[in-house]
């Protein structure tokens, strides 16, 4: 598994820091991310 798979795995599934949401697996400003499902704030991001 590459590096930054690995990266964006460990955080997949956590609480977000901003709401109630959970922390998922997607994209932001076309770069591969951690994002939350319910307010789309991305926790990690990767360029």
């Known amino acids: 598994m590459p590096e930054s798979a ?3 795995d460990s955080f997949d599934e956590e609480d977000c820091t901003y709401c109630d949401g959970d922390l998922v697996a997607g994209s932001y400003k076309d770069n591969d991310a ?3 499902d319910d307010c ?3 926790a990690v991001q990767l360029w």
């Open 34 to 36: 951690i994002v939350c």
């Open 6 to 8: 690995y990266l964006l």
């Open 40 to 42: 789309g704030t991305p």
